[in-house]
């Protein structure tokens, strides 16, 4: 009796991370590698923005991390590194990629420093228009921001500084959606 019972407890241990995590359709994973370094799931939930007061499901965010962080200090704290994933679930145009940015950065950018409107507006550049499915990738890794659109390397921004402005958008006191940032905080 002890065997089949021990045998499931193994199994289930073994597969209770093994699957994504599914939101609006997109599968996001449990864990993901940056520089050979695991970082599991922190959190996730959906982007949604609101027209005429009707809410439009714009896409679903991932956030992985070394280790759960489940504060806005703690993100804000951590050495990194650290991944976010934005999956697209509508095509968007470069117009509409780039008022986006622009509008979730100025709205909800609580960290200020010298040199963020040249750093902001460089981040920003780095967007293209995306296919519905297309993910949007930022890692943030020792003091250097990669920026990756559709699976693509586009560039860094260089500085702790600009890293913490990128993290006040969603864990800062005027995050871009509140409840996202309970998300993203696995919380």
Do not use: C
Request: no cysteine; net charge positive.
């Amino acid at each position: 009796m002890k065997t089949p019972l021990a045998a499931l407890a193994i199994l289930a241990a073994m597969t209770s991370h093994a699957f994504p995590l599914e939101i609006q359709g997109v599968n996001v994973p449990q864990t993901v590698s940056v520089d050979g370094e695991t970082l599991s799931l922190n959190g996730a939930g959906l982007r949604t923005v609101s027209l005429a007061f009707i809410p439009i499901k714009v896409y679903v965010a991932a956030f992985h991390a070394p280790a759960p962080l489940k504060t806005p200090a703690a993100v804000m704290a951590s050495p990194g590194p650290l991944q976010f994933n934005f999956t697209f679930l509508r095509a968007v145009n470069q117009s509409q990629v780039t008022q986006a940015w622009q509008d979730q950065m100025q709205t909800s950018v609580t960290y200020n420093y010298p040199g963020l409107d040249k750093d902001r507006a460089a981040f920003i550049g780095m967007f293209g228009p995306l296919a519905q499915g297309g993910v949007e990738m930022v890692q943030l890794v020792g003091t250097e921001t990669r920026v990756f659109d559709s699976g693509k390397p586009k560039g860094s921004i260089q500085g702790r500084d600009f890293q913490k402005a990128f993290l006040s958008v969603w864990f800062g006191s005027n995050p871009a959606q509140p409840d996202l940032k309970t998300a993203l905080l696995g919380n």
